[in-house]
């Protein structure tokens, strides 16, 4: 089964796909325009482009924590709105996991720092040192790790 992994964001936004348990790709969507129109255009032709080259079975989608800073969490809203949308289009099922529930499942404990995360999605997956990504894409790939262990 094909599974994509989203860790939303207002500037980046992670995405990863395994398959079977298998690492097949990993990416940061950087959303650096000031312009909150311009970033929701360029996060949907992106998400789109991303799930049409590999299409998942379905989506896990890490979902939003407490933001003390309104505009943030407005601008977070409108973000994942897109993301939703798009997977609705290309009609994916989406199920959303807390940041505590996907570190516990990948680490054992659902306050790990992402250091140790990103070592366990990297182990946990086979990805070799060679491959380099940020945190928004481990994230992103834990998100699925997690979403396919929970399926279990």
């Known amino acids: 089964m094909r599974i994509l992994g989203i860790d939303p964001g207002t500037r980046k936004l992670g995405i990863g796909v395994i398959e079977n348990g298998n ?4 990416q940061t969507i950087n959303l650096k325009s000031k312009d909150i129109q311009e970033r929701l255009v360029y996060l949907s ?11 998942p079975h379905i989506a896990f989608l ?4 407490y933001y003390k800073n309104v ?3 407005i ?3 409108a973000i994942r709105g897109v993301v939703l949308l798009e997977l609705a289009k290309a009609n994916i099922k ?6 505590t529930k996907i570190k516990g499942i990948i680490t054992g404990n659902g306050q790990a720092k992402k250091t140790q995360v990103a ?5 946990l997956l086979n990805i070799p040192d ?3 990504m940020d945190e928004n894409a481990t994230d992103a790939l834990a998100c699925a790790l997690a979403g396919a262990r929970s399926m279990r």
């Open 94 to 99: 989406v199920i959303e996991l807390s940041p």
């Open 71 to 73: 505009k943030t969490a």
């Open 130 to 132: 060679t491959v380099q």
């Open 119 to 123: 070592y366990m999605v990297k182990h």
């Open 23 to 26: 690492f097949l790709k990993a």
């Open 75 to 77: 601008q977070l809203g």
């Open 62 to 65: 890490e979902s939003t924590i």
């Open 45 to 55: 032709s992106m998400l789109s482009e991303f799930v049409s080259e590999l299409p």
